[in-house]
């Protein structure tokens, strides 16, 4: 069984950029498909990006769409999301999280999750 744990999380100006990073641990990150949703206060868990095995795949959200890159290494163990031009309307708490199956875009398609950090984007 794998575990996450984001961080990178904090309050940013809009036009600012963080970047996220998802730490695993109890097994090799190289095994898994990944992702990375978000949440705002009363809303649904909402995805964001995904990337392959090795990255040389990726697929956003329309939302993120050039502005937001994933990526991985493998060799750290760790999953990454660079934010650039960030919005208010990015302000969420983002999970990193393990893809087993099914739609890309589904929240029922990752079985493996990390607690979360933090996004606020002042405007």
Not at 40 to 48: I, L, S, T
Not at 50 to 72: M, N, P
């Amino acid at each position: 069984q794998v575990q996450l744990v984001e961080s990178g999380g904090g309050l940013v100006q809009a036009g600012g950029s963080l970047r996220l990073s998802c730490a695993a641990s109890g097994r090799a990150l190289s095994a898994y498909l990944m992702g990375w949703f978000r949440q705002a206060p009363g809303k649904e868990r909402e995805f964001v990006a995904h990337i392959s095995w090795a990255g040389g795949s990726t697929t956003y959200s329309d939302s993120v769409k050039g502005r937001f890159t994933i990526s991985r290494d493998n060799a750290k163990n760790t999953l990454y999301l660079q934010m650039n031009s960030l919005k208010p309307e990015d302000s969420a708490v983002y999970y990193c999280a393990v893809y087993r199956g099914g739609s890309l875009f589904l929240h029922d398609s990752y079985n493996y999750w990390g607690q979360g950090t933090q996004v606020t984007v002042s405007s």
